[in-house]
């Protein structure tokens, strides 16, 4: 479970999220829309630590959350294997346990007991040891079986490197999945296969998109960002109801103008 408690942010004063507040539960897959420009990227990078709240706070228990990159601009100059090893936070993992593994041989205080253990319970939630084996099912699982994960992602087409952004997905091991507009760019076949993953997995989804029938098919509950100061609206339902209500809404807001506008022409 992870708590947003009014959160803000701002950048160079001017605010692009006012007073958030909602709650991440267990395997809840939760659908982010709003205008351009209305701060959904800005609220992805706070759940996952890149950004701090100006005011407010998020409060994470000890869940493992992580971003898993669509655009892989970023990424040109590494291998597959490396890339995913990287944003599945394996990499990682592994490191923290070799360090751990050294530092215990010189020193068995209470103290790096504990860290080693914590770097052990990492390293097996993350499937450190099974990760070349695992790299292959997921691989076929994107689509693309037989790409060398040793060439850097350079080297891959634009189809391809959604392929690899995907497969990113599909490795890993993460309780709150963080991500942004990840139909971009992925054919139909693409879009089923990652469907039918969120909707079989355990870890709770923050979906971030533009894509209608991708939030209906995975989602079950929608949060708006209104942009600016106007904060967020939730909703306990899924996209289709969601459509509904915040049209029922909007009518409601344009009823009452009108009859604010008839009253003030009648005095
Ligand atoms: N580093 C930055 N410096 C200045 N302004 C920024 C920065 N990052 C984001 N912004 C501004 O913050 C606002 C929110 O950006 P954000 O990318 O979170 O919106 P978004 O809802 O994800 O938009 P889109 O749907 O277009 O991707 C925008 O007005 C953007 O221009």
């Known amino acids: 479970m992870i708590s ?3 959160v803000s942010y701002e950048i160079d004063g001017k ?14 897959k939760i659908g982010i829309v709003g205008p351009n420009g209305a701060g959904k990227t800005t609220l992805l990078k706070l759940i996952d630590g890149d950004l701090v709240p100006t005011s407010g706070e998020i409060v994470r228990t000890k869940e493992e959350i992580g971003m898993l990159p669509q655009d892989l601009r970023e990424w040109l100059d590494h291998s597959v294997y490396g890339f995913i090893e990287e944003v599945t936070r394996v990499k990682g993992a592994r490191e923290q346990f070799d360090g751990q593994y050294v530092k215990l041989e010189h020193d068995s205080s209470e103290h790096t007991l504990l860290l080693y253990a914590d ?8 499937e450190v040891v099974l990760f070349g084996a695992n790299l292959e099912k997921t691989l076929r699982r994107a689509g693309i079986a037989s ?15 959604t392929r690899i952004a995907l497969a990113a997905v599909f490795a890993s091991h993460y309780d709150i999945v ?30 971030v998109s533009h894509d209608r029938r991708f939030l209906r098919n995975v989602t079950s509950r929608i949060i708006e960002i209104m942009g600016g100061d106007q904060g967020i609206r939730q909703y306990s339902l899924g996209y289709d109801e ?4 915040r049209e029922r809404a909007r009518q409601a807001t344009f009823d009452r103008y009108e ?7 009648r005095t």
């Not at 790409?147 to 490197?161: A, H, L, M, T, Y």
């Open 242 to 245: 969601y459509v509904e209500a």
């Open 15 to 28: 605010e692009i999220l006012h007073d958030v507040s909602f709650t991440i539960n267990s395997g809840e």
């Open 4 to 6: 947003l408690n009014h």
């Open 259 to 265: 009859q604010y506008e008839k009253e003030t022409a």
């Open 119 to 126: 770097a052990l319970e990492r390293y097996d939630k993350f």
């Open 147 to 161: 790409i060398d994960v040793d060439k850097e992602i350079g080297n891959f087409s634009g189809g391809q490197r």
């Open 178 to 207: 963080l991500l942004d507009e990840p139909t971009n760019n992925l054919d139909e076949k693409g879009v089923v296969v990652l469907e039918k993953f969120i909707k079989g997995s355990n870890a709770a989804f923050l979906i």
